[in-house]
């Protein structure tokens, strides 16, 4: 796994807002939310914890959550055994499937985090191979179908995270699951700098606001064929300003 940056990239800034601003990261998910006509009773946050790993492999010391199994601890037997159950006949490439940047549970529903720093970002590419590439498209046209949406293999392409995950959360709603993916856009969030001699510089910048975001996502809906899809039960968007830039 890729290591976290100091002062820059989407693991830090999340952590960050995790850590340090967690009202505004907590209100700013909420307003989200109410934006698109969600109404929140229960406005109490449950985040999960992550699970700790080897410190010779990663400079944390942490591992996100992978896969669905820490639902065990956190659902009903029955529903966690109907879940697993539907998804090992999926096929073989459902062991730890999805790495997970962050996931709460907020007012009954499951909130599986993805943070973004920069717009490159958006792009992903599916590492299966073989028999599993078509055991996912099946997986995916599966689980999509019931929200009119026809899947093709570009669904397997240059936007294969997000296809994934509005796929996993369609299939978790129709096993019982209330869930979502929420993707966090974090603002002028990728400015990677350097302590030189007496002051700090900018050494890349790829950080980028909300139009540049948009943008991106735009075009990830339309390689995906979905820009029309109303996607509103599987996923939200919503974005923070990682550096004000009225603060001296």
Same mark, same amino acid.
């Given at each position: 796994m890729a290591q976290m940056g100091l002062g820059y990239g989407s693991e830090f800034q999340l952590l960050r807002f995790m850590g340090r601003h967690r009202h505004e990261l907590e209100r700013t998910i909420i307003d989200a939310l109410q934006e698109k006509q969600q109404t929140i009773?229960?406005?109490?946050?449950?985040?999960?914890?992550?699970?700790?790993?080897?410190?010779? @492999? &990663?400079?944390? *010391?942490?591992?996100?959550?992978?896969?669905? =199994?820490?639902?065990?601890?956190?659902?009903? @037997? *029955?529903?966690?055994? @109907? !879940?697993? =159950?539907?998804?090992?006949?999926? *096929?073989?490439? !459902? =062991?730890?499937?999805?790495?997970?940047?962050? &996931?709460f549970v907020l007012d009954d529903c499951f909130y599986f985090v993805e943070a973004k720093a920069y717009p490159g970002e958006l792009h992903s590419t599916n590492d299966h191979g073989g028999s599993s590439e078509e055991e996912i498209l099946n997986f995916m046209k599966e689980n999509m179908q019931p929200y009119g949406i026809e899947v093709d293999e570009n669904w397997l392409g240059s936007y294969y995270q997000f296809a994934n995950r509005i796929s996993m959360m369609a299939f978790l709603n129709q096993n019982g699951l209330n869930a979502k993916a929420i993707y966090i856009y974090f603002e002028n969030g990728y400015n990677k700098r350097q302590v030189i001699r007496q002051g700090i510089e900018s050494v890349s910048d790829k950080g980028a606001g909300k139009m540049e975001f948009d943008e991106a996502i735009q075009k990830e809906l339309s390689h995906l064929n979905i820009e029309k899809a109303n996607l509103s039960e599987l996923v939200v968007h919503t974005y923070i300003n990682a550096t004000p830039k009225d603060i001296k």
């Open positions: 009773n229960d406005k109490n946050f449950d985040w999960l914890d992550f699970e700790y790993s080897d410190i010779n @492999k &990663v400079i944390t *010391g942490d591992r996100e959550l992978c896969g669905l =199994s820490f639902l065990e601890k956190k659902i009903d @037997k *029955g529903l966690y055994d @109907k !879940i697993t =159950s539907a998804l090992q006949k999926a *096929g073989s490439f !459902i =062991s730890n499937w999805q790495h997970w940047d962050a &996931v």
